[in-house]
């Protein structure tokens, strides 16, 4: 007996029913008649909106029907006329000869992971949910400013309570400061929330922008500052939508989605804007058919459309906060991670420049901080890194801490090591730089200052 | 109504045949139920365009082995991907006795991917040629040829066709 006949018998016998198996005819034809009733009900409503829509048409003539859609921009555009100029700041040679000092303690207090953001005049700090258990009600709201040219704290008016501040960020836009949540992707559905913030420090107010319907679904947002518009990309169900912000009159003007292919489902997307482009790093990550991941990298141009601008960008590299220089995309040190293929901790691969036009990459040596993750902050010349988790031992006296900085040289292509913050205290976010200084915020609510 | 008559008479002529076909598919026997009833609405929906009882016992095949793999593939879209792959259940058959057999095929059966069970049944079960299944899967038929072929490799592995050939011969 051949194999194909064995199986043919073993499906036979494998497919034996117990007698008490029997047809349910009447539920089955009840379901069915039911079911068909709806669909009726259904073509009869959709052939209604069909013809409402088709006869304008027809009484507009031909020419109507066959005009191309056009594609959404805000009144404003999306690019100033002129590109933003980016300040200058010391060269990285001067910066080893900066030192640390205390400044005054945040009035928020004892503070993990707030948000931080430079108006080219304060620091801003919005407390966010992470703070101590004894914190009392409402105390997530606090935000308060530092001003580096009086040395003082002062309270600003807190973050409008329904925005329930959760993984969020901050961009400014010269005048006022967008906050939306959602900066990592989450599992919840509608981790966005449904509405975003605008702080206007010359007023002292915040007013809240509902988030057009396609953001608000999103499981998490990145945006950035053309110069003109803030153009917000959100993620969910493995597509992007995207949509503009005219941050003066609070309207926003949905954007043409990027296509993504079903093959490339965008889990972790992050944005940056350059003279002419916003370009949007789509991690995708599936599943189906196989376990895979990569980058994509899309394109927004002038005229609202989009484009693949993947070409050959290292589908390594995990794109987590980039930033424009003024000639060049600055890219972090960063790694993919989905569980599958994570590398073991100070072995991330390293910084990158993009051409903004070309997107052609070249990786930044590894320096002082190794390999491991160091957060990026541009200085106007010159790269200060910032090692915030890797705490790397080896042979010799190799080691590197959290905390520990360095400087890049793009000029020289030269590193120099630079000293950390007394103490080693343990940093509630990102250091953030202040135009002449780097000013770093501790758990503990301390603000500290790397100056001249 | 004479549209509703024929259709009750098919499925008391055919329910207990769909339902064995689903018990192949799912390896359970509710789940079989489930899909073959899901198959039997979409085929009461589309008995203005089949007619023919010949045409329905078809339509419904077809529509219950392509319910069976999407289900499959919904199940699977909301696991959570973990960092390791866990290994695949053993399917190694114990020498039991030949009552046991129908239990041992149904769990080697279960233990297919739902695409090779699909294969497996319409080839030797429904006696399709390998091009009227690939069609009726969408699939080319080079992948119907390795998905049996890897199906009959995985049987042959458990001992189950020996044990077959044992209890025809019996």
């Not at chain 2, 789940?31 to 007619?51: F, K, N, P, V």
Request: aromatic letters at 8%; proline letters at 10%; charged letters at 20%.
């Amino acid at each position: 007996m051949s194999d194909e006949q064995k199986v043919r018998g073993l499906l036979a016998l494998a497919a034996e029913l117990p007698d008490d198996v029997n047809p349910p005819v009447q539920r089955l034809l009840d379901q069915g008649r039911r079911i068909r009733a709806r669909r009726l009900a259904a073509y009869s409503a959709l052939t209604v909106i069909a013809v409402a829509a088709v006869v304008p048409l027809l009484i507009r003539g031909p020419g109507a029907a066959n005009s191309r859609p056009a594609v959404p921009l805000p009144p404003s555009g999306l690019f100033p006329a002129r590109p933003q100029p980016v300040p200058r700041g010391p060269a990285p040679a001067q910066l080893s000869r900066f030192r640390w000092s205390d400044l005054l303690p945040s009035p928020i207090g004892q503070r993990s992971q707030p948000v931080l953001a430079w108006t080219g005049n304060e620091l801003i700090e919005l407390a966010g949910p992470n703070g101590p258990a004894s914190a009392p009600a409402g105390w997530n709201d606090a935000a308060a400013a530092f001003s580096p040219a009086t040395g003082t704290w002062h309270p600003i008016a807190p973050v409008p309570a329904a925005m329930h501040l959760t993984n969020a960020f901050a961009v400014w836009t010269g005048r006022r400061l967008f906050v939306a949540n959602a900066n990592v992707p989450s599992d919840e559905k509608a981790a966005v929330g449904t509405s975003a913030a605008l702080y206007d420090p010359a007023t002292n107010r915040w007013t809240q922008t509902p988030l057009p319907q396609q953001l608000a679904g999103a499981t998490q947002l990145a945006a950035t500052w053309t110069g003109q518009v803030i153009v917000a990309a959100g993620a969910q169900s493995g597509q992007i939508s995207a949509a503009a912000l005219n941050p003066a009159t609070g309207q926003w003007t949905m954007l043409l989605s990027p296509a993504v292919s079903a093959r490339h489902p965008a889990w972790y997307i992050s944005i940056v804007a350059t003279p002419d482009r916003v370009i949007v790093w789509s991690f995708w990550y599936r599943v189906r058919p196989d376990v895979n991941y990569g980058v994509d990298v899309l394109a927004l141009g002038r005229e609202g459309a989009w484009s693949d601008a993947t070409r050959r960008w290292p589908q390594e590299q995990f794109v987590s906060s980039p930033l424009y220089t003024g000639s060049a995309i600055l890219i972090s040190p960063s790694q993919i991670w989905c569980g599958l293929c994570s590398h073991p901790g100070g072995a991330y691969p390293p910084g990158l420049f993009a051409d903004p036009a070309t997107l052609r990459t070249a990786a930044i040596p590894p320096g002082p901080l190794g390999y491991t993750e160091a957060v990026f902050a541009w200085t106007g010349r010159g790269i200060l890194a910032t090692d915030l988790y890797d705490n790397v031992g080896g042979p010799g006296a190799l080691r590197i801490r959290p905390d520990d900085m360095a400087c890049y040289d793009p000029a020289t292509g030269r590193w120099r090591a630079l000293p950390a913050p007394p103490g080693y205290p343990p940093l509630a976010a990102p250091p953030i730089w202040a135009g002449a200084q780097l000013l770093e915020l501790t758990n503990s609510g301390q603000l500290l200052a790397f100056h001249r | 109504m004479a549209r509703d008559d024929e259709f009750a008479a098919f499925v008391a002529a055919r329910y207990r045949a769909l339902v064995r076909r689903g018990l192949l598919l799912t390896g359970d026997s509710g789940h079989a139920e489930d899909l073959t009833q899901s198959a039997l609405i979409r085929t009461y929906l589309a008995w203005g365009r089949i007619r023919d009882p010949a045409n329905a016992e078809s339509y419904a095949r077809k529509t219950l082995v392509r319910l069976a793999v999407r289900a499959r593939g919904r199940r699977w879209r909301r696991e959570i991907v973990a960092a390791r792959v866990p290994e695949p259940a053993s399917v190694q058959v114990a020498d039991t006795s030949p009552d046991d057999l129908v239990l041992d095929v149904r769990r080697a059966l279960a233990a297919l991917p739902a695409g090779q069970r699909a294969v497996l049944m319409l080839r030797y079960l429904d006696d399709l040629s390998e091009a009227e299944t690939a069609r009726l899967l969408g699939i080319p038929v080079g992948t119907v040829k390795s998905r049996a072929a890897r199906a009959l490799a995985s049987l042959r592995q458990t001992g189950l066709l020996d044990r077959a050939g044992g209890r025809n011969e019996r």
